[in-house]
């Protein structure tokens, strides 16, 4: 059964949304949606996204719920799929416009050849909820903002600001040009928790967060163009934090120390 039968076409796979949570916010956000699936007997939440798409026009089609596990790959669809258009990449002046009509320092990210969509997505989450402006990412040798991205994110990716970049070293220079600190997330930075009476590193003002990839790190080149590196002390006997949750930590250190400073 289909609720509307109006030829629509197939979109590829890269450009679906799965999971309540990823189309709910592309609805909210205005993503250009071709048509949504649905499964028969849709209950809760997805009956009001159902709504929602009948309000902006866009077709529903009703499936049993194997359709939608084959379409999903085995990913939980909770009875919800989007076929939208592709992820609109921003640009950095975007970001930075959208810092100055709020009246706040630029806060951008950074990342450095990281692979993981669930690393990206969870960094996009967090960066949303933590009031950066803007993710900026490479275009090679690091993965860009794809359906299960868009998912782990819990939709955050629909409002958060991603830029792909061909270079980002020059992308660091140009940003020290327009007054950002570049700041590297390191081992071997300073600790964000200091002992005593040490100081903490300041991460107030107009700052860029360079995280680097599971495992590698941060680039040399790209180490050297930060203004400084800091870090995040370790009590147990893990090395290290994975890239999300040590972009977590840090983007909340710099909210922080901004809600201090008002």
């Not at 916010?25 to 028969?40: H, N, Q, Y």
């Not at 071997?188 to 200091?194: A, H, V």
Request: some cysteine; overall charge neutral; glycine content about 10%.
């Amino acid at each position: 059964m289909k609720e509307n039968s109006r030829n629509t076409g197939s979109p590829g796979k890269e450009n679906i949304l799965i999971g309540r949570n990823a189309v709910s916010e592309a609805l909210s956000a205005g993503r250009e949606t071709a048509f949504i699936m649905a499964a028969k007997r849709s209950e809760g939440s997805a009956k009001k996204i159902i709504a929602s798409a009948r309000e902006k026009n866009i077709p529903v089609r009703y499936e049993e719920k194997a359709v939608l596990d084959k379409i999903a790959g085995g990913k939980n669809h909770q009875g919800i799929i989007a076929y939208v258009s592709e992820y609109r990449y921003s640009s950095i002046d975007e970001m930075m416009m959208l810092a100055e009509q709020k009246g706040e320092d630029p806060f951008l990210v950074l990342l450095d050849g990281i692979e993981d969509p669930h690393n990206l997505g969870a960094i996009i989450r967090t960066a949303e909820c933590a009031g950066a402006h803007g993710i900026i990412i490479p275009k090679r040798r690091s993965v860009g903002v794809t359906e299960t991205a868009a998912k782990v994110s819990a939709g955050a990716s629909e409002h958060m600001m991603c830029a792909q970049v061909t270079n980002l070293s020059r992308t660091l220079e140009d940003l020290k040009k327009r007054g950002l600190w570049v700041v590297a997330c390191d081992m071997d930075g300073k600790t964000i928790y200091p002992d005593g009476e040490e100081t903490p590193p300041d991460l107030t003002g107009p700052v860029g967060l360079v995280i680097g990839a599971e495992g590698r790190g941060i680039g040399r080149l790209i180490k050297e163009k930060c203004d400084f590196a800091v870090s995040i002390p370790l009590a147990g006997k893990i090395e290290s934090l994975n890239a999300s949750n040590a972009a977590a930590v840090l983007m909340y250190e710099i909210r922080r120390q901004r809600n201090e400073k008002k």
